[in-house]
């Protein structure tokens, strides 16, 4: 029997259960938004940061009677002859008295409004709230706790190489007054580690108080420009959205609710705003896990990379916990206008302990050293249906990149987003994810063109094409290297309760010829292709199905390939107060290079993102039990079985059987 490189799933049971004090607006499937930006997922793709971004700004509507272009840029969801239409409508006839009245405004449909709906607002709802009643006049206020356990033991606990309890625990508290203030905490104890809460974090924030336009303390963000020095979260780049999604916005601070261990600062950060300039200062100290290194000569230490894992689980990693600090202080100074924005950023970041990276060939041009500064200019113009945007910046080490782009509109039914990009191999930004093919701005080029065409109502075609070069070495690349990718998607809403689209995404890439020539600098073309084909149908206003069938490939050129599919089906339905959804998936890939990604619908706020190979069926169900106005529950099952002779995971994580259950 052939066994895959690390099988995903096997005897898989997982039971989640959610308790919820619930204080708030509607809620909205975060899910379908996710599935509709990226219906050809990847493992470039941080989906936990996508739902954290679109989960802030449904917790912070946009207030359209005050929000400029860059504001309603930031939803992803409009173009821009659609944001002009809506400034236009609003200078012309004054204030928004309600969200329905977009439907006068000229070029926003029905479907427009039902897209951007759980993000907008009018001011007059909100408010501004005292301070001494906050509690009781909060518009969120919850208390979210979730617990969950894989039912097999894996090897890290048989050999007793986890010194921990095999289950999860998060908890996440909120209490808000959209655009006001906020306060909450977030905890985590991942399965394997020893203290019951491994991980937290935490932010106050106070907005809109006189000059004082934002603050917060604790743990943050910090997005502006195109994300060059500071980028925060998730920017969505290349998917299904070929257009809107090319060119990032001046967000600002923003607090930080993720268990992602390592992408935030934890400090105080505040934006001041006279008239129409904003400064913005920040100070971050973090500390950080990293596997330090005596020098041969002395007494010295250093560190090679920062661990990202945030697992605590054996003896080694709890010895990396901790080990070194980081400093960074910075900020920005951005100047307003209606249709302008420029902006100036810095960022100083300082280790306690020398950064040095593994001596090898390709890592000649990286960060080494203990203080980093970079800096730099960003613009965004708007001009009729266009907007053009750019930044450059300089780290210390005198590496220097730029991205500059354009999104508008070439007609009533066609749209075009074009990017150009040049990251030196020695520009070095730790917080910074300026578009690109790789998960760093460092070590490439490409240009990028994006183009939506609305045929008719309900039948739109999309696609891109990104040509990038990388100038120096990569990790498995020996040479510098060249590659491209295109996707094309064709999508059609005939009417309210069917939708389907198909989509075919190309990527081409080098590598090098074998891994065993680690000095050969000759390098071989692969080839990843991509064909997904999806449709959702409502039954009723209850019941609705989605299916799902996608093909994959990788070739590597004249030595050897991989293909496989997965065909899925999606229910959900509601019967009273009570919500269930569920899946049913059968997988067939060669091994892990055929590898298929499938986005699933998850407890509150939960983010489920597997990866299947090997050959097996995948099921979960959830159903969501609302105990009274006050407390709502979720409960999780999910089980994945594959082919016998099989084996799933790899190292501590391995199951001893082939079917995996949560």
Known sequence: MKKTIWVFFLVAMVIKISYAQVLMKQEIDLNNFIQNLTPVQTEDINYEDLYENLFT?????????????????????????????????????????????????????????????????????????????????????????????????????????????????????????????????????????????????????????????????????????????????????????????????????????????????????????????????????????????????????????ILSSGFHRTETEIANKDQIIENNYGGNILYRLPHLHLGFSVLHTAFNQDFKKREQLYNFYEFTGKNNTVLGPNFSISWQNFNFFGEAARSSSGGMGYILGSVGSLGPKVEWALNLRNYAPDFHSFYGSAFSEGTRSINERGIYNGLKYTIKKGLEVSGFYDRFRFPWLKYQVNAPSVGHDYQIRLSHRPNKIFNQYIAWHHEEKQKNISSDELTARELQNTFRDNIVYGAEYFWNKTIKFQSKIQRNSFIKSGISDSEGYVIIQDVEASIKRLQFKGRMAYFNTDDYDSRIYAYENDVLYAVSFPAYYGKGMRYYAILRVPVNRHLQTWIRWSNTTLKKGEIIGSGNDQLPATRKMR
Do not use: C
């Open 57 to 305: 700004l449904y917790q912070n509507p946009i207030d359209i009677n005050r929000a400029d272009p860059a504001e309603l840029r930031s939803l992803f969801l409009l173009s821009e002859a659609k944001i002009n239409a809506i400034i236009s409508h609003r200078l012309k006839y004054g204030a928004f008295l309600s969200i329905y009245e977009l439907q006068a405004v000229d070029g926003i449909s029905i479907e427009d409004i039902r897209l951007i709906l759980p993000f907008i607002t009018i001011k007059n709802i909100w408010g501004s709230t005292n301070l001494k009643n906050f509690a009781s006049k909060s518009t969120e206020h919850y208390l979210l706790l979730r617990a969950d356990q894989i039912l097999e033991p894996s090897r890290g606990y048989r050999e007793d190489k986890y010194l921990g309890s095999r289950q999860r625990y998060y908890t996440r508290y909120r209490m808000a007054h959209a655009r006001d203030y906020s306060m909450g905490f977030v905890s985590e104890k991942d399965a394997g580690e020893k203290k019951f809460f491994d991980y937290a974090n935490f932010h106050i924030q106070v907005q809109n108080k006189a000059f004082l336009k934002n603050i917060v303390l604790g743990d943050y963000l910090v997005q502006f420009g195109q994300g060059m020095i500071f980028s925060a979260g998730f920017a969505p780049g290349k998917g299904s959205e070929p257009v809107y999604t090319t060119r990032r916005g001046n967000l600002g601070i923003k607090p930080y609710n993720s268990v992602l261990e390592n992408g935030s600062m934890r400090g105080i950060a505040n934006t001041l705003k006279f008239k129409n300039l904003e400064i913005t200062s920040m100070y971050g100290r973090n500390r950080r896990d990293a596997s330090v290194t005596e020098m041969e000569d002395d007494q010295d230490t250093y560190f090679s990379s």
